[in-house]
């Protein structure tokens, strides 16, 4: 899809529902959100919906960022971890490696 | 034998295709589109040769049958894309020309040279894929070839020989397709000549081992020689000379805004 | 105490990398003569050999991982790829036979039962590599001897009035950490032993308060220079059941008269040696054990639980070198000898010691173990199992699989299976069946279990040759032998604490699957240089290529300029030709 070929109107309301749909655990909509309307809210000359486009991606971006922090901190503990918590540790996975702890 | 090597040998076989790949013909769908359907055709040889060579019991175990007889298939099989690509050369046309937006240009079918050559690289790249992608997989342990008596060149040879198979496909598309479109026969057959040269110069290597790499050359140097043969012949029939090709490299600077 | 120092946590250590023994020749010819004289061997000069040299690989991938606790628990895992055994609890099964066939619905005595015991298994670094001709062969050979010459005066002993009943029980998986004996110390206490039934006519339950006195046959082979076997007993043992103990050293002693064998009494200060009893003293302390083994403190076995273990070493292949195979077979070796002797010894001790009175002279020549019975025993089991005793005595079933078999059987006691034994269980089963059994009249598909009496067990076996053909008679045999499971109770004990220790949790990995299978593989390994420089020269002919290439497309216009000129101008010039 091209931007440069919808209606103003229209990116709002994808940029507002892209924005929404990410609070249910989908942080990679905020990702695309920030990126693909980064130059509409940020490089464009100014229009009517840039403001409220812009408060959207820079959410986004936050959220995305709040995310990726929780995820890299999850991962690092649970590689160090998990052969520490033995049968927590089992539990927490879908597929046990074989031959090895 | 090794990730190195590994690597090693799949850019030697796949390096300058991928360049060509990269550079002249990724950026047009309609090129993709013929690369796929010639490589799809020397599968089509493949498979006639396969079956001519199951077929015939007692000659199983003699590896020159089997080479001769595939050469003349392939030849067959570059023929017929040749007549299938002229054939539906207006249906293409009219294909490119809807999308009015799109990079396609109906340069690729005035110049007759184009599609030559890409067919020719579709069926090289598809020949030089099979000729060397078991021995890349074999390649990827954790030793190399030599311990029941084999050269230790093996895998390098494998891989120079399949780049120049796969630049030969290329040279020869061009001239093949040219000399039927000006219905010059002896060019014809000076390709499959040279096809037929290039096979049974490969049977040489079977006297190979570990004492003898040597045979190697023997194999190597004249498929060179014969690459840059076709390359020149080919070259030529694209409309290129030397004359050109000075004037390209002196003046480096400033030449393309005139395109 | 350190019994075995020399050799104590010898097959614990992590050696951090797999160790393959080759046993086939022509393994091993390819390993020395394809591979490291031809690429490695260093030349007369001592200067190291040119790239490519020969390596190998060895792969030894096991499923389980950190113990067995955790191995058990992650095979209940779920996964939705199926079922993901990663290990198997060890076992097999245990073989006794008792010379009473009391039922259920009669009394059975405290303390009116002797059991005799030895062990069937051995353990080893390497998979099936191992004879175990001290460890445990010995051992379960005299005992099997001195039940044959027992059984030959069952009669007697039967008539006899408070005759106690002898048990032979032989223990499977006691080299790690008495699976069998904890197995069946455990069925005693829940009183399924030896016959878990509880309707029809069954033997008669036997635990721990019916058991008057243990005697074990451990190592029996590696004698001092005096050939002397030593008693030992457990100081513990001594203080409850001090004046019991001594009668079953002296009766012990006193059966040795006239005999080639000589029985001391070991150090009472010394501890009870590693053995099957140990679990019966762990459950019950009280019960009066001896252990006959050939050392006093250290083992004189240099080579227990280990592949040197040869029989070549206990004197029990001390064949002339131009023996046939089936005169070998019938050459009583010298070990032979001394295990028939230790054999008689004990049965004329069980006899006594049941009856409560010594043989009669008659009875004490019949209670003599037959030599030759006991060096075709350590034939079949040590050297080859394609002899004539097995193949009288296994079921027509397993024949054929005898005439095929070259090297010993192993004596690993392997994966538990509740249907099936391996072969060592197996063929001591069958001899205990001959040994003790009594031919009847039922042919092949008779010979059954019988409904209405499960005291007895039917075998039907080959038999012998009859005449001169390859035909042998066929034997239905009806005895009192039963196998009885060997299997840790930890395995059995709903919640039991694996951290406790208490049982055996010895479990064998799973391994398989095409790309982790066991193997060794050989191969050549280039020079760095010669890999790099191919690498090297790949990146070069790539980036070559990606800028020639690059320069050509952008200059392509001006290169094949020649098209256009002589071929006319652009309006005959149709896209299709």
């Known amino acids: 899809m091209d931007l440069r070929r919808v209606k103003n109107a229209e990116k709002l309301v994808m940029c507002r529902r892209y924005y929404l749909a990410g609070f249910f655990a989908l942080p990679f909509l905020w990702i695309v959100n920030s990126v693909w309307f980064f130059q509409e809210a940020f490089r464009k000359p100014q229009y009517t919906e840039q403001a409220e486009i812009k408060t959207y991606v820079i959410r986004s971006f936050i959220g995305s960022v709040i995310w990726l922090a929780i995820v890299i901190v999850w991962v690092t503990i649970f590689q160090l971890k998990r052969v520490d918590w033995g049968s927590t540790g089992d539990a927490l996975l879908f597929s046990i490696p074989h031959g090895s702890a | ?259 | 105490m350190q019994w075995n120092s020399a050799g104590s946590g010898l097959m614990r250590e992590d050696l951090g990398i797999p160790v393959f023994a080759l046993s086939d020749e022509s393994d091993v010819f390819k390993v020395l003569h394809k591979c490291f004289f031809k690429f490695n061997l260093r030349e007369k000069n001592e200067t190291a050999r040119e790239y490519p040299l020969c390596a190998a690989e060895l792969n030894t991938k096991m499923y389980a991982a950190i113990d067995t606790e955790t191995c058990l628990r992650r095979s209940r895992h779920f996964s939705f790829l199926g079922k993901n055994e990663l290990c198997d609890p060890m076992g097999d099964k245990n073989n006794h036979v008792t010379m009473l066939n009391i039922p259920q619905n009669e009394t059975r005595a405290d303390d009116s039962v002797i059991v005799v015991g030895a062990r069937l298994d051995s353990a080893s670094l390497f998979t099936l590599e191992y004879q175990a001709s001290d460890t445990s062969v010995t051992g379960f050979v005299s005992l099997l001897a001195a039940m044959e010459a027992l059984w030959k005066v069952k009669d007697k002993i039967r008539k006899t009035k408070n005759a106690k009943d002898i048990m032979f029980a032989f223990f499977h998986g006691e080299a790690y950490d008495y699976i069998g004996s904890s197995s069946m110390v455990y069925s005693m206490t829940q009183g399924t032993f030896p016959q878990d039934l509880d309707h029809g006519l069954h033997l008669h339950k036997i635990q721990l308060q019916h058991i008057h006195q243990l005697v074990e046959l451990n190592q029996v082979g590696y004698r001092d220079n005096e050939g002397s076997l030593w008693l030992h007993t457990d100081p513990n043992n001594r203080k409850t059941k001090l004046a019991q103990i001594q009668k079953m050293i002296d009766g012990l002693q006193d059966a040795t008269q006239g005999l080639n064998v000589t029985l001391q009494e070991a150090d009472a200060t010394l501890p009870l040696p590693p053995a099957s009893s140990q679990r019966f003293l762990m459950e019950q302390s009280d019960i009066p054990v001896v252990v006959v083994t050939d050392h006093q403190t250290q083992f004189t076995n240099k080579f227990y639980n280990s592949r040197l273990d040869l029989p070549e070493l206990i004197n029990a292949t001390d064949y002339s070198p131009d023996l046939s195979k089936a005169d070998k077979y019938d050459h009583v070796t010298k070990q032979a000898e001394l295990i028939a002797e230790l054999s008689t010894a004990l049965a004329r001790y069980l006899y006594q010691a049941s009856t409560g009175a010594a043989p009669d002279a008659t009875t004490e020549q019949t209670l003599t173990a037959n030599s030759s019975t006991v060096t075709h025993m350590l034939y079949c089991f040590l050297v080859s199992p394609n002899c004539e005793l097995f193949k009288e005595t296994v079921s027509p079933v397993n024949a054929e699989s005898l005439k095929t078999t070259v090297l010993p059987y192993p004596f690993y006691v392997g994966v538990y299976s509740s249907q099936q034994t391996r072969e060592l269980s197996t063929l001591v089963y069958s001899l205990m069946a001959r040994f003790t059994g009594d031919k009847v009249d039922l042919s092949e598909s008779d010979c059954k279990e019988n409904e209405n009496d499960k005291r007895y067990s039917y075998l039907y076996v080959q038999g012998t040759l009859k005449g001169k053909g390859q035909e042998r008679e066929g034997w239905c045999l009806k005895s009192l032998v039963h196998k009885s499971d060997a299997l840790s109770p930890a395995f059995i004990i709903d919640g039991y604490d694996w951290k406790s220790g208490k049982y055996s949790t010895w479990t064998e990995s799973r391994w398989g699957g095409e790309s982790d299978s066991i193997r060794v593989r050989l191969f050549l390994v280039p020079s760095k240089q010669l890999q790099v420089s191919i690498l090297v020269f790949g990146i070069v002919v790539l980036v070559l290529s990606l800028l020639i290439v690059y320069w050509c497309s952008i200059h392509a216009t001006h290169i094949f300029t020649n098209r256009l000129t002589g071929s006319g101008t652009q309006s005959t010039y149709s896209p299709m030709f």
């Open chain 2, 1 to 259: 034998m090794t990730v190195m090597e590994f690597f090693g040998c799949t850019f030697i076989t796949f390096g300058p295709p991928f360049a060509l790949f990269l550079f002249t013909i990724a950026r047009d769908p309609m090129r993709v589109i013929v690369l796929m359907a010639s490589g799809f055709f020397w599968l089509c040889a493949l498979l006639m040769s396969s079956i001519v060579w199951f077929a015939m019991v007692p000659l199983r175990d003699h590896l020159a049958f089997g080479v001769v007889c595939s050469v003349l298939l392939q030849e067959i099989f570059r023929f017929l894309f040749y007549k299938i690509l002229r054939k539906a050369n207006d249906g293409l046309l009219a294909v490119s020309q809807q999308t009015t937006e799109q990079h396609v240009t109906p340069k690729d079918f005035s110049n007759r040279h184009i599609m030559a050559y890409v067919s020719g690289l579709g069926f090289g790249v598809i020949a030089g894929t099979f000729s060397i992608v078991n021995v890349l997989a074999d390649m990827s342990g954790p030793g190399t070839i030599g311990i029941e008596g084999d050269s230790k060149y093996f895998f390098l040879t494998s891989a120079c020989l399949s780049l120049c198979i796969i630049l030969l496909h290329m040279c020869w598309g061009v001239i093949f397709f040219s000399a039927l479109d000006k219905k010059q026969w002896i060019r014809v057959g000076m390709v499959v000549t040279a096809h037929m040269l290039f096979a049974c110069l490969s049977l040489v290597n079977q006297a190979s081992s570990s004492d003898n790499s040597e045979v190697y050359l023997g194999s190597l140097i004249p498929s060179y020689l014969l690459l840059f043969g076709s390359g020149v012949a080919a070259f030529l029939t694209a409309g290129g000379s030397l004359v050109n090709l000075k004037a390209a490299l002196i003046c480096r600077r400033g030449r393309y805004e005139i395109e």
